[in-house]
Antibody, heavy 120, light 107 residues
Framework: EVQLVESGGGLVQPGGSLRLSCTISGFTFSSSAMHWVRQAPGKGLEYVSAISGDGGSTYYANSVKGRFTISRDASKNTLYLQMGSLRGEDMAVYYC?????????????WGQGTTVTVSS | ETVLTQSPATLSASPGERATLSCRASQSVSSKLAWYQHKPGQAPRLLIFGASTRATGIPARISGSGSGTEFTLTISSLQSEDFAVYYCQQYDNWPYTFGQGTKLEIK
């Protein structure tokens, strides 16, 4: 069974940093592009970032470019999102998702999400 | 950045009725358009990719159409499990973007 499990969410002060993790099982991690998507309270889905299956290509929404870094560790079957210079508008449920292809296309399988709260 | 505009924002319908949701792109995205269903407290679910191809396990009552800048998601006969928020998403150009969502609610 394909499973994605996010972790690392929590309370962080404005300007602070946090690293999210997404551990996958049930499919070949290195063959799958991965994504991060978020949903702020009362808002819709917002695309955050993507990384190709080999980790060689990364992409970011304009709202997080320069502050967030996506990466992956094939030896641990884990996807990461390093978030820095956090702002109130970054507060959201963060979902990781996988593509069936090595190039980021659609988000075929999703995790249940981890919550990030930005507050002093 | 490609802006996706969904309409209506909220659609009220009864079980058994037909529902039609629209998504308009600010520039052509070819057929690289997906639809997702999202229920509160759950993970989003891929319904349609390539504008019209159903994802694995998606029932035939759910269909997608369109290309370029105009897209439609149709649910032919609403079931209780269909009431949710629906998002379109383009994957033609970076950054990928979502529409703002259409809430399909029970009348």
């Amino acid at each position: 069974e394909v499973q994605l499990v996010e972790s690392g969410g929590g309370l962080v002060q404005p300007g602070g940093s946090l690293r999210l993790s997404c551990t996958i099982s049930g499919f070949t991690f290195s063959s799958s592009a991965m994504h991060w998507v978020r949903q702020a309270p009362g808002k819709g889905l917002e695309y955050v970032s993507a990384i190709s299956g080999d980790g060689g290509s990364t992409y970011y929404a304009n709202s997080v470019k320069g502050r967030f870094t996506i990466s992956r560790d094939a030896s641990k079957n884990t996807l990461y999102l390093q978030m820095g210079s956090l702002r109130g508008e970054d507060m959201a449920v963060y979902y990781c998702a996988s593509s069936t292809s090595s190039w980021p296309l659609t988000m075929d399988v999703w995790g249940q999400g981890t919550t990030v709260t930005v507050s002093s | 950045e490609t802006v996706l505009t969904q309409s209506p924002a909220t659609l009220s319908a009864s079980p058994g009725e037909r529902a039609t949701l629209s998504c308009r792109a600010s520039q052509s995205v070819s057929s690289k358009l997906a639809w997702y269903q999202h229920k509160p407290g759950q993970a989003p679910r891929l319904l349609i990719f390539g504008a019209s191809t159903r994802a694995t396990g998606i029932p035939a009552r759910i269909s997608g159409s369109g290309s370029g800048t105009e897209f439609t998601l149709t649910i032919s006969s609403l079931q209780s499990e269909d009431f949710a928020v629906y998002y379109c998403q383009q994957y033609d150009n970076w950054p990928y973007t979502f529409g703002q969502g259409t809430k399909l609610e029970i009348k």
